[in-house]
């Protein structure tokens, strides 16, 4: 792109930029009044009249959540309209329609009750007690309550079958929380150290409620499950001859393979929610329909059960390309995942008034782009002694040329940095950010000289150190031009990388094995609403740690698996244990700073460029309303459920 295409995007996002202030609507807990005195969408009441389905009162929760609208109490119709590639579509769950215990309210700071009635902290910040919500109901009509909360943890977070390593969440000092049904209405948890971000991270936007069951995930929301669905697909519940029936008609191989697809929203449709519309198609067909939840918790200040648009429909497409030429069309209602991307703003800018759109701009976790990933525990034993020499990795980073990635992809808008957090974080430091990350030709031959790797007769590619020819295959699902510059300038030093893009579920199959030499993706570093306590963040927690899978999983099993990592990942690991548990506000900060430091200085991975403010934003049609002028990249946070078109 251009050099003049860049001030086009620059004026057009200033031109866009004089947008409000967050909405600062803030959940109340109604009362039985609420439920009375509500009406219901004319698709449900007629049901209703049919003797289909039970009437409001008896679906509704005695205290719903109210939710005070953005704009004004809406009305009901319509369908939210959708494109996303089909490996994609669970990001749909997780991003958008998802209903956790608690949220952050509008001002990003402030923890409120969302299926929760209340929740409570005990002064040292061991035991946490839930108050649910009474009565309310999951989409098949059955109660909620602290059975579902049991089943998920006396049966699935203490299966080691379906929970290999322990939810992180739930942990603290390397041990594994308590678990108490109080009553139908009230859970525990109680930990033996202090755990003072636990509330947090419950609330943290993109949470994906513990989705580390082996082999599938709920896709974010809710860590209760609904029990009584699921207990038939379960052996501790059913018996041997069902589950072997199950097994035998789903052709799995194991009852954990038919448990996780049981309870895997995308291709089981039958599995009930707490979300304000439910899948009734899974991601094999070119549309996947979602149709309101008639038990859906939520009213608006009038009294009306949400949702209020009656369904959605997500259009299916094999790539990125075929979703935004749907945005152009206007076809699309409210997004961003697929079409949103710095390369894609002018278009989308300027194809707006057309496609009646308007564009949203967004707050969102920064992310290091096109990181790079080398196997430290490989079972090569002579890319085994690179990997682990500091001096290879040093050498590797400095042939980056971070400004060409720059300029050529990002009109010159990113920041050439090691992974690392945004300048705007008070952890951010700028020697940590630029620590071997200037494009050095001559240190990095030297260092590759220092490590043993002669240049062959030819003088084209570096030998091993044994003096054997060499050459790296690095995998990838996106972000191919990157490394292609990549690949072009490790060349000029003898590195000889073998790029290939794959599949996103092969790739991150892959990545949790140890059957790998190189990979490229991002690095979640926090800022803005975000703490840096993602997964696949700089603090290892669980094998989707993507430095080094085997060394998470380490960690995940209290050492029972994965392989023991090196002294510097133990540090982070320490770090990330008094981050979670008793560090105040400074303490934290210093600890991110230590963190950092630690992560770039050791090159756990190899950052390139820092996600543009550009890279992020929703696309909105202009009919909808409801929907906020500036918000972060998490949509639940915003009821969508109070989204209506004029």
């Known amino acids: 792109m251009k050099r003049l295409s860049c001030l086009v995007l620059a004026l057009a996002v200033l031109g866009a930029a004089a947008f409000a ?9 109604g009362g039985a009044a609420a439920a009375q005195a509500g009406k219901e969408a004319p698709e449900l009441a007629a049901l209703v009249s049919a003797g289909k389905l039970p009437p409001l009162d008896q679906r509704l929760p005695s205290d719903p959540l109210v939710v005070t609208p953005i704009d004004r109490v809406g009305k009901y119709g319509g369908t939210w309209r959708m494109a996303f590639r089909a490996s994609s579509a669970w990001s749909f769950w997780t991003y958008v329609i998802k209903e956790t ?28 007690t839930f108050n649910l919500r009474h009565g309310i109901k999951w989409s098949n009509g059955d109660p909620y309550d602290a059975d579902d909360y049991a089943f998920w943890w006396n049966d699935m977070v203490l299966n080691k079958e379906l929970y290999p390593s322990m939810p992180s969440e739930f942990a603290a000092g390397g041990k594994l929380a308590r678990f108490e049904k109080i009553d139908q209405y009230t859970v525990r948890f109680s930990f033996d150290v202090p755990n003072a971000l636990f509330l947090q991270r419950l609330a943290q936007p993109r949470y994906m409620g513990s989705i580390s069951i082996a082999g599938g995930g709920t896709y ?8 009584r669905y699921l207990k038939q697909f379960h052996p501790a519940y059913a018996s041997k001859d069902s589950i072997d029936k199950a097994v035998k008609d789903g052709k799995f ?68 390309q075929a979703c935004l030429l749907k945005a152009l069309a206007g076809e699309v209602d409210f997004q961003y995942r697929e079409i949103a991307s710095l390369a894609n703003y002018p278009t989308l800018s300027k194809g707006a008034d057309k496609g009646g759109y308007r564009i949203i701009q967004t707050e969102t976790m920064n992310m290091n782009n096109h990181t790079i990933f080398l196997n430290r ?4 034993p002579v890319k085994k002694q690179l990997y682990n020499d500091l001096r290879f990795r ?64 030819n003088h084209e590619w570096r030998l091993g150190p044994d003096g054997k020819p060499i050459s790296f295959n690095k995998i990838f699902y996106i972000g191919a031009e990157a490394q292609e510059l990549i690949k072009a300038t490790w060349k000029k030093i003898g590195i000889n990388v073998n790029n290939k893009t794959v599949d996103r579920t092969l790739w991150e199959a892959t990545m949790e094995g140890n059957d790998w030499d190189m990979s490229a993706y991002g690095t979640d570093t926090g800022g803005g609403a975000y703490l840096p306590l993602a997964g696949s963040g700089i603090f290892p927690q669980s094998k989707s740690w993507r430095p080094n899978s085997q060394w998470g999983a380490w960690f995940g099993t209290s050492g029972t698996g994965g392989i023991e990592p090196p002294a510097e990942v133990k540090m982070l690991k320490t770090l990330y244990d008094e981050y979670c548990t008793t560090a105040t506000p400074a303490r934290m900060v210093a600890i991110e700073k230590e963190a950092f430091r630690t992560y770039v200085g050791n090159l756990l991975s190899i950052g390139v460029v820092n996600r543009t403010k550009y890279d992020v934003y929703f696309i909105a049609n202009k009919k909808m309303k409801n929907t906020p002028n500036k918000m972060i990249d998490d949509t639940s946070f915003y009821h969508p459920a109070q989204f209506f078109y004029e």
């Not at 202030?21 to 807990?29: A, D, F, I, L």
């Not at 402030?110 to 035991?127: E, I, M, R």
């Not at 010159?412 to 945004?422: E, H, R």
């Open 101 to 128: 215990e608690i949220r952050y309210a509008a001002d990003l700071r402030t923890l409120v009750p969302n299926l929760l009635k209340g929740f409570t902290a005990s002064p040292d910040n061991k035991v946490f």
């Open 220 to 227: 974010g929301g809710s860590i209760a499950k609904p029990s």
């Open 253 to 320: 191989n194991t009852w954990v393979d038919m448990f996780t697809a049981k309870i895997n929203l995308i291709v089981n449709p039958e599995v009930p929610v707490l979300n304000a519309w439910k899948n009734v198609d899974t991601n094999t067909k070119s549309v996947m329909r979602f149709e309101r939840n008639p038990y859906y918790w939520k009213v608006d200040t009038a009294g009306n059960q949400l949702p209020y648009i009656d369904r959605q429909e997500m259009y299916l497409y094999a790539d990125a």
């Open 21 to 29: 202030q967050p909405n600062k609507e803030t959940p109340k807990t």
């Open 394 to 457: 040093q050498a590797l980073s400095y042939g980056i040329d971070r400004d060409e990635v720059n300029n050529l992809l990002y009109s010159g808008l990113a920041d050439s940095t090691q992974v690392a957090p945004p300048e705007s974080s008070a952890s951010w430091e700028q020697d940590v950010a630029q620590m071997y990350a200037q494009y050095d030709m001559a240190k990095a031959n030297g260092l590759l000289d220092e490590v043993g790797m002669k240049w062959d007769a």
């Open 377 to 380: 525990t490989t079972t090569d």
